[in-house]
């Protein structure tokens, strides 16, 4: 048995998501990435003194929004709480966040790992505001603070240590960044910093009960950052146990670039933020109706629209959950199904193998692309009326991946409809049989399945426009006539 | 008689019948100031430009026959921690000696609006904190009955502004007595409003659930004039502010008011000119027909630890932000970060702001938390709920507000836990939100002020000033101090 195997990773992720509300947390500053530094605050976010937080209620609407998507029990009586410490980027010298009352309680979410779904529990929703940014300033050779993200809502969620293995936690960061996506309450974009992890770490002998002593990672910030820091925390802990030692319980600082973490603080440095309700802000109330209409104005989530697309398209369930899986995909998906809903498995195929393969290679999104649902639909419904062969459709894909044209003038302007002429076949026919005789000779001698082959030479010499299932009677009955 | 003499509602009735003109009142006021402030230092920032625009303003609009706000072309001094836009806001601390709000807190906006003319900003403890105008880092107020005396605190600048006669009307603002002690030293009338009556929005927090502002006067009316101009929420600002519809002075009459007299008030520590001036006070109120009731709020001897815990652990947070970062003084910018802080709160913070931000931070530490903070809330809860049961058997409670009147300049600086117990008639009121105001009832050997504090249920202001003026018009009226 190799290290790996003997031990088993627990994971906890605590994942901060930014919401796009209109305006920020405490203050009516507008909420926006990528502003002039310092354009965007004013004396409340800046934490002048005298100045009051006032609670946006969109920041509540949009993490109760969430706590229903994630199961969780929504607590209606809430309140702030003060998390006191000092750093430049944090004006007030402390946090509004909160403490023992979160917005959300206990939840879970379901997510798919190969062909196993696994329910990983959701400990707590809190919302909390986020603070400015420093940057090292070479010039000055000093540091800069830009206070635009200060007040930026933020929710918190928590996760139980559920998680097994550096690919589930992506898996489960995913699937949040999705459901915030089809909230409509988060960008989710992790270049950005809209949302951000930090990644607690154990490992334990399997069959152990007790949990091994965990290390904390901030601020991990991509989907491909967190397997990594998980794979090398496990290895570093599991190398460090099979020599004999201890794992200490510290707060580690993950480096991407250089693909390692180093000591943040021990445990003996563990800050004492010294909590306390924020007497700036009443408990607040929400109401049990308000909380329902909020349940009730939930989108279709990710594993309802999975179910919907099996249930009414028959598409296979790998199919239906790989669309569903991300936003815009399905997005785009729906929009098809919109225009013509038989278009629905063809649509699926070739989301799902041929664009998503040319948007792999070539490391883009959907959205790079000037591919639209109404282009697609054409496509397909092109295929299905026998217009044009797969092999033509694929041309007429890469134009429309290019430029929103319509892919009748493509078929026109390239020459690609398909021929269903029989005449005009039968020439093309004749030709390949009589230029492959040992292929004929197999047929005939019972090795049927060379048809293909030649129904593929008969496209080839038709430059792809050949009716195929046209070309295969054709070169059936040729050859029988021989 | 010489303009400065006149009470808010004489000078505006004046103005109104155009016997004198806001200019006049505020160039009155300014040379009052500048004569007068030499002995008292109440004034930290004079502000004569911006007063005199303003009342030529106020003219103008009386010259075109405009409407005019409640207190047009009325001085009111502004306490130095309440914000206002462009003028110096020091808190009366080296912290924040060149700070220069963008803003004006939201009763200054009203003042504004209701036409008021605003001549400075005044002196106080540091931060509001104190009980004497000691810890003001950049002057020491007298009191204008005795100039070797304490005004009071932390309100000292402007209970004392108010009783030399420089400004009729001035703000301070209330976490455990700011208001009603340096009144009853000074001899003059301050309300401490109910919590959340007065927005708190441009009032640099010291702590946040006590903190009130509130009016200083020389009558009762004049506070009703101030404190109806100032009250009412602000959601866009404060979310603890409340919606409230202050109806004025109720007119009241004495016949069957039930008037608690709390036994604790009068317990040992209170000097016996208070308790001799106070007491005769309530004997003035039963022979006008007042019921007195004696009543027990055996919380009482717990309140004063409790102020102390639940006060600093919100100063220690709320005074973190003065790191030397963004504004205000800065200490060692070439060090490391920690050295910066360091330097800048050494330096820039008085000895009091120090002790309770350490007190502060040591109670809501983790493992003192629950020993301290937590009790001190459960102490608050108790503390409400008694008073609450008090005013199902009585309409306003009276008591002292101090235990002694007004001390030497010097005299107790040496000792805070003795500074600390002149507080102990006045932190319950805040603790449990209510509003209360002291009125002078007479004064001790040595001729200094004795002020007694009616107590009311929340949100009771028209009441409070009703019962406080029967008093008033039985005595003929506060006395004034003369000043050269």
């Known amino acids: 048995m190799n290290n790996n195997s003997m031990y088993e990773i627990v994971i906890g992720l605590e994942v901060h998501a930014e919401l796009c509300t209109n305006t920020k947390i405490y203050c009516g500053c507008k909420n926006e990435f990528g502003a002039e530094p310092n354009t965007l605050c004013c004396p409340v976010c800046m934490g002048m003194p ?169 601020n991990v910030n991509s989907f491909s950052a967190v397997y990594r820091a998980i794979e090398f925390e496990a290895a570093r802990q599991i190398a460090l146990i099979s020599k004999g030692g201890t794992v200490e319980q510290e707060t580690r600082r993950w480096d991407d670039t250089k693909g390692k973490s180093t000591v943040m603080r021990t445990k003996e440095d563990a800050q004492d933020y010294r909590y306390f309700p924020d007497p700036d802000l009443l408990t607040f109330e929400v109401s049990e109706a308000h909380v329902k209409e909020l349940f009730d104005s939930l989108p279709e989530l990710p594993v309802a629209k999975m179910q919907r697309y099996m249930n009414d398209y028959g598409i296979a369930k790998i ?67 026998g217009t044009i062969s797969n092999t033509a459709a694929k041309t007429v894909l890469d134009e429309i991946l290019e430029k929103d044209i319509d892919p009748e003038i493509v078929v026109k302007e390239k020459g690609l409809a398909q021929v269903s002429d029989t005449g005009a076949l039968a020439a093309v026919v004749a030709d390949v049989l009589a230029n492959n005789d040992k292929a004929v000779q197999d047929y005939k001698s019972g090795k049927t399945s060379v048809v293909g082959f030649l129904v593929g030479q008969c496209m080839k010499a038709s430059k792809g426009q050949g009716n195929p299932a046209l070309l295969k009677d054709l070169i059936v009955s040729e050859i029988e006539k021989k | 008689m010489e303009l400065y003499k006149k009470t808010a509602a004489e000078l505006s009735l004046m103005l109104k019948n155009k016997e004198v003109s806001a200019k006049e009142i505020a160039q009155s006021t300014i040379e009052r100031i500048e004569k007068t402030d030499k002995d008292i230092d109440a004034f930290l920032t004079v502000t004569a430009e911006n007063a005199l625009k303003k009342a030529q303003g106020i003219d103008d609009k009386i010259a075109a026959g405009e409407a005019l706000g409640a207190l047009a072309g009325i001085p009111v001094a502004i306490k130095d921690n309440i914000c206002t836009k462009d003028v110096k806001t020091t808190c009366a601390s080296k912290m924040l000696e060149s700070f220069v709000p963008p803003y004006n807190a939201t009763v200054i906006q009203k003042l504004d609006a209701a036409g008021a003319v605003i001549p400075g900003k005044v002196n106080m403890d540091e931060f509001a904190m104190g009980s004497s105008c000691e810890n003001s880092a950049f002057k020491t107020t007298k009191n204008p009955w005795d100039l070797s005396r304490v005004p009071g605190g932390s309100s000292g600048g402007s209970a004392a502004c108010v009783a030399a006669c420089e400004v009729p009307l001035s703000l301070g603002s209330d976490t455990g007595g700011s208001i009603r002690c340096p009144a009853a030293y000074c001899g003059v009338v301050g309300l401490k409003p109910t919590y959340g009556a007065v927005s708190r929005f441009g009032l640099v927090a010291f702590a946040s659930s006590l903190d009130q502002i509130g009016p200083f006067a020389r009558t009762v009316d004049d506070i009703a004039m101030l404190f109806s101009a100032i009250c009412g929420s602000d959601k866009m600002h404060d979310a603890t502010s409340k919606d409230y519809a202050f109806n004025g002075v109720q007119s009241t009459d004495c016949k069957g008011l039930r008037i608690g007299v709390p036994k604790e008030y009068f317990g040992k520590g209170i000097s016996e000119p208070v308790q001799k001036s106070v007491l005769a006070a309530i004997e003035k109120y039963r022979a006008m027909g007042a019921e007195i009731k004696e009543i027990s709020l055996p919380s009482t001897d717990y309140a004063l630890s409790a102020y102390y815990i639940i006060s600093s652990a919100e100063a220690s947070s709320n005074l973190a932000r003065y790191d030397g970062v963004k504004y205000g003084y800065s200490g060692n910018r070439e060090g490391n970060l920690h050295e910066l802080y360091i330097s800048t709160r050494s330096a820039a913070f008085g000895k009091e702001v120090k002790r309770r931000i350490m007190l502060g931070t040591y109670v809501l530490s983790s493992g003192y938390y629950d020993a301290y903070y937590k009790r001190a809330k459960m102490l608050q809860r108790m503390i409400g709920q008694e008073f609450t049961t008090a005013f199902e058997g009585c309409d306003v409670i009276i008591a002292p507000v101090t235990p002694t009147t007004a001390f030497k300049l010097g005299e107790k600086t040496s000792d805070p836990l003795e500074m600390y117990a002149a507080d102990i008639c006045t932190v319950t009121v805040n603790i449990a939100g209510l509003p209360a105001i002291s009125i002078p009832c007479g004064e001790d050997e040595n001729g200094m002020p004795i002020g007694m504090q009616i107590i009311g249920a929340k949100f009771s202001e028209s009441k409070l000033l009703g019962v406080a003026k029967c008093y008033e018009t039985a005595v003929g009226g506060f006395k004034v101090k003369e000043m050269a």
């Open chain 1, 50 to 218: 005298g100045t009051l937080p006032v609670l946006n209620k969109q920041v509540v609407d949009y993490a109760i929004k969430m706590g229903h998507a994630l199961n969780c029990k929504i607590n209606r009586v809430s309140k702030a709480d003060r998390k006191n410490y000092f750093y430049p980027d944090l004006p007030k010298a402390y946090q509004i966040s909160q403490f023992d009352i979160p917005l959300c309680g206990e939840g879970y979410l379901d997510i798919v790992v190969g062909d196993e779904e696994r329910r990983i529990g959701v400990t707590r929703i809190h919302i909390e505001e986020d603070a400015g940014k420093l940057v090292h300033d070479e010039e000055i050779d000093g540091t800069l603070a830009n206070y635009n993200r200060c007040g930026v809502p933020l929710i918190e969620m928590v996760s139980e240590p559920d998680l097994r293995s550096a690919e589930e936690a992506k898996i489960y960061m995913e699937t949040i960044a999705n459901i915030l996506l089809y909230l409509g309450i988060s960008d989710a974009k992790m270049q950005e910093g809209s949302i951000r992890a930090d990644v607690n770490v154990s490992v334990r002998p399997r069959g152990q009960k007790e949990y091994g002593t965990r290390t904390e990672m901030k």
């Open chain 1, 319 to 385: 199919d239906a959950q790989q669309l569903a899986a991300n936003k815009a995909r399905a997005d785009f998906f729906d929009e098809c199904t919109s225009i013509n809903k038989d278009t629905a498995k063809l649509v699926s195929n070739w989301m799902i193998g041929t664009i998503t393969r040319i948007l792999n290679d070539k490391g883009i999104e959907l959205r790079d692309t000037a591919l639209t649902a109404k282009n697609l639909t054409k496509m397909i419904e092109l295929i299905q009326k």
